[in-house]
T-cell receptor, first 113, second 110 residues
Framework: DTGVSQDPRHKITKRGQNVTFRCDPISEHNRLYWYRQTLGQGPEFLTYFQNEAQLEKSRLLSDRFSAERPKGSFSTLEIQRTEQGDSAMYLC???????????FGPGTRLTVL | DQQVKQNSPSLSVQEGRISILNCDYTNSMFDYFLWYKKYPAEGPTFLISISSIKDKNEDGRFTVFLNKSAKHLSLHIVPSQPGDSAVYFCAASTGNQFYFGTGTSLTVIP
């Protein structure tokens, strides 16, 4: 069991550039979540997938953000035209079945200059 | 709007004593509550949870108490150990959306 993995672990980009993050959940976990965490705050829910279907999206997820989970396995989160306010830790979590216990990845730290 | 609040940013406890971490929430529709522990440079790790139909759940040294009328939950760690030093987040869910508090940094002093 390799746990939830995220790639890259760190990303530094210039304002206006596009970035894409990848999350590989625990195999056979059908539920996948994306969160954003800024300094001194708890994780903020962004979006939720059940298998390949994106079932929930937070109003925090502006139209510059898009997430996919094409085959119900790994997921990508893309941010277009990055802004300095997008600088944060982006966390991915997965779970299985009816349990609410989520397993988190180590996160991708994004810095927008 | 912060629907889940942890009003104590930090807590220090002597090894062997009880640690009590508190959490308040505002949304009466929350039906599941969880506690996570986070070490630096790692993602949060699940600790313990409780359904809204219960008022207590225990797992080893960890016990979570839920007071629905007060919209309050707490995590008790007995006895506290130095390895428990970390940031603790409470979370609440309704449906598939989860709301986290801002965390309490626990330091267990040897």
């Amino acid at each position: 069991d390799t746990g939830v993995s995220q790639d890259p672990r760190h990303k530094i980009t210039k304002r206006g550039q596009n970035v894409t993050f990848r999350c590989d959940p625990i195999s056979e976990h059908n539920r996948l979540y994306w969160y954003r965490q800024t300094l001194g705050q708890g994780p903020e829910f962004l979006t939720y997938f059940q298998n390949e279907a994106q079932l929930e999206k937070s109003r925090l997820l502006s139209d510059r953000f898009s997430a996919e989970r094409p085959k119900g396995s790994f997921s990508t989160l893309e941010i277009q035209r990055t802004e300095q306010g997008d600088s944060a830790m982006y966390l991915c979590a997965s779970s299985v079945g009816l349990t609410n216990e989520q397993f988190f990845g180590p996160g991708t730290r994004l810095t927008v200059l | 709007d912060q629907q889940v609040k942890q009003n104590s940013p930090s807590l220090s406890v002597q090894e062997g004593r009880i640690s009590i971490l508190n959490c308040d929430y505002t949304n009466s529709m929350f039906d599941y509550f969880l506690w996570y522990k986070k070490y630096p440079a790692e993602g949060p790790t699940f600790l313990i949870s409780i359904s809204s139909i219960k008022d207590k759940n225990e797992d080893g040294r960890f016990t979570v108490f839920l007071n629905k009328s007060a919209k309050h939950l707490s995590l008790h760690i007995v006895p506290s150990q130095p390895g428990d030093s970390a940031v603790y987040f409470c979370a609440a869910s309704t449906g598939n959306q989860f709301y986290f508090g801002t965390g309490t940094s626990l330091t267990v002093i040897p």
